[in-house]
């Protein structure tokens, strides 16, 4: 009876381990401050298994409940974050900020306000997840399938009118700050001066290379990663990849903006074509380090390029 039951045992323990799954894995909260944790999240592409978990999420534990900065791909993760907020502190989750639209960073705001908590983003940030809700629910379909399911698009429904933004919830001073339109249009900075942490949502990527899209600006970019300098953090939890300093986010991304943006300038002023651009530039070893540089540094200058030469 006993060796029986020590069987199954085993078969239980076989049993969850199949049953977890790569989400368990990002859902340990990292601490970074007595009051900052986050997840960070997996540097690959979207797959099922890590349910688009492809960024970091932050959350800060002050005197009067938790403020979360994102909120996630979808309803399901949402939950999931809602459960390992909870094994950290038990204070309710008062206030989800947005600091940008791409979908991991906001399609979670309806199960987070359905629980009580107030959404927060800027008006600039807010249109722009409106104008990609379908875009990327449809390509997170694809992706997510029934995993999406319950998931329902809600930019912030009363978002702030301003380009700064100073608030405060238990004790704790948080600051929105707006200095450019980076990955997407509306990327903003979350500042918290009493920490000297900055949430830098998709304004600093870490360990990975970053990528450039038709939408984002590189010079807007490359203006939110000043102010983000101005600020001198001593903490910086990037959009992507570990925490860390402000010398490593130089390192990882205001570099390579710098260096990107520089280069394709030079070509565009002695005529060069596109593609005699992007060959010149085609080799960067300095950031070759950087997690998926094969796939994107190249596309990046292209795209840079075709930027720069229609807003000379
Ligand atoms: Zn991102």
């Known amino acids: 009876m006993v060796r029986f039951l020590a069987a199954l045992a085993v078969l239980a323990a076989l049993f969850t381990t199949v049953q977890a799954d790569e989400l368990d894995e990002i859902l340990k909260p990292i601490q970074v401050t007595e009051r900052v944790w986050y997840f960070k999240g997996s540097l690959e592409g979207r797959t099922y298994e890590n349910q688009a978990f492809t960024n970091n999420l932050a959350f800060v534990v002050t005197d009067e409940g938790v403020a979360l900065i994102d909120s996630g791909p979808s309803s399901q993760v949402a939950e999931r974050v809602a459960r390992a907020v909870a094994t950290v502190s038990d204070k309710p989750i008062r206030w989800v900020i947005n600091s940008g639209s791409q979908d991991h960073r906001w399609l979670g705001n309806s199960y987070f306000a359905e629980q009580g908590a107030e959404i927060i983003a800027l008006k600039r940030t807010a249109e722009t997840q409106a104008r990609f809700a379908d875009q990327h629910m449809a390509r997170l379909q694809g992706v997510l399938k029934e995993r999406l399911e319950g998931t329902r698009p809600m930019p912030a429904p009363e978002p702030v009118d301003a380009d700064r933004h100073a608030m405060t919830l238990g004790g704790v001073d948080f600051e929105l700050i707006y200095a450019g339109d980076a990955h997407f249009p509306g990327d903003v900075l979350v500042w918290l001066p009493g920490e000297k942490t900055v949430f830098t949502s998709d304004v600093v990527y870490l360990d990975r ?104």
Do not use: C, K
């Open 209 to 312: 290379m970053l990528g450039i899209h038709p939408w984002s600006d590189i010079r807007g970019w490359l203006e939110a990663f000043a102010a983000l300098e101005a600020l001198e953090p001593e903490y910086v939890i990037p959009g992507h990849g570990r925490a860390s300093d402000l010398a490593q986010a130089r390192a990882d991304t205001g570099d390579y903006l710098r260096a990107i943006h520089d280069g394709v300038r030079e070509g565009l002023e002695n005529w060069e074509q596109l593609d005699q651009t992007v060959e010149r530039l085609g080799e960067m070893p300095e950031f070759r380090h950087l997690t998926h540089y094969d796939e994107w540094h190249r596309m990046n200058i292209n795209r840079v390029y075709l930027d720069l030469e229609a807003n000379p």
